[in-house]
């Protein structure tokens, strides 16, 4: 069986967007501080009467790359093409979680428990468990956020594409990602953390979406270069015959 380059491309393409989100989603469950890991003072900002230094959850490291790839694929296999493999994301999370949940409850072996004790963990099962055994809450909000997301970009960056035509790459790509990682900020904390068992003040709620956002608004305008040097491998992989039919079909407009 033989794949041409465009096949081979969306396979790929799909196999790291479906990798980077749910790498993301099992780092989610550390918080780091920046400013320590910068080596900075800490900022102690202050929002909605709110203050503290800047914490975010391990899984930003990725999904800035995630809605790059978002852009990506949208330009070159549309609405389909992102639908389809935000679809089966959320369906592989789920099954993901499903199956860690179902290994935390197997019983550990005995030995196995106290392994680690020498490092600091006396108990693997139990940190086996936390680590693994996010909150219904927490994954709820992460996929319904997620799902959100992308399909408000994929609808942004086609209202974009449409209004400028195959010019501006950065405008569509960029400015979807801000709208839509806007919308998945706060989605994904009110269900989370509001909705959820912990009952957030709306200003505590309000205060770290902002931070969060801000945060996500940096790392997306400066991800905006690497939109454009991974474009160009595409186009030299796939001619620029091949590229340009694929954007035509992409956008709705068949050569």
């Known amino acids: 069986m033989t794949f041409d380059r465009s096949t081979k491309l969306f396979v790929v393409l799909g196999g790291f967007f479906v990798c980077n989100a749910l790498i993301a989603e099992l780092l989610g469950v550390k918080i780091f501080a920046l400013e320590p890991t910068l080596g ?26 995630v809605f790059v790839m978002t852009d990506i694929i949208n330009e070159y ?3 389909r093409g992102v639908r389809l493999l935000s679809y089966l994301t959320v369906a592989l999370i789920l099954y993901t979680f499903v199956f860690a949940y179902l290994a935390i409850l197997l019983t550990p072996a005995e030995w196995w428990v106290g392994i680690q004790s020498a490092r600091g963990v006396p108990d693997m099962q139990a940190a086996f468990a936390v680590i693994f055994g996010q909150g219904m809450w927490i994954i709820a909000g992460s996929v319904i956020a997620f799902l959100i997301g992308q399909l408000i970009d994929v609808t942004i960056f086609h209202r974009i594409r449409r209004a400028t035509g195959p010019r501006w790459v950065w405008a569509r790509a960029t400015g979807s990602t801000l ?41 997306a305008v400066a991800l905006t270069p690497v939109i454009y040097l991974v474009r160009a491998l595409i186009e030299r992989y796939l001619g620029a015959a091949r590229a340009e039919t694929l954007r035509a079909r992409a956008a709705g407009i068949e050569n």
């Open 40 to 65: 900075i003072a800490p900022l102690d900002w202050e929002l909605f009467g709110q203050s503290g230094s800047l914490n975010f959850t391990a899984g930003v490291l990725l999904w800035p790359v």
């Open 179 to 219: 709208v839509s990682q806007l919308i998945d900020s706060f989605v994904v904390l009110y269900i989370a953390f509001v909705l959820g068992p912990q009952r957030w003040s709306l200003e505590l709620f309000l205060a770290v979406g902002t931070v969060n956002y801000l945060y996500k608004f940096v790392v």
């Open 77 to 79: 296999f549309g609405r």
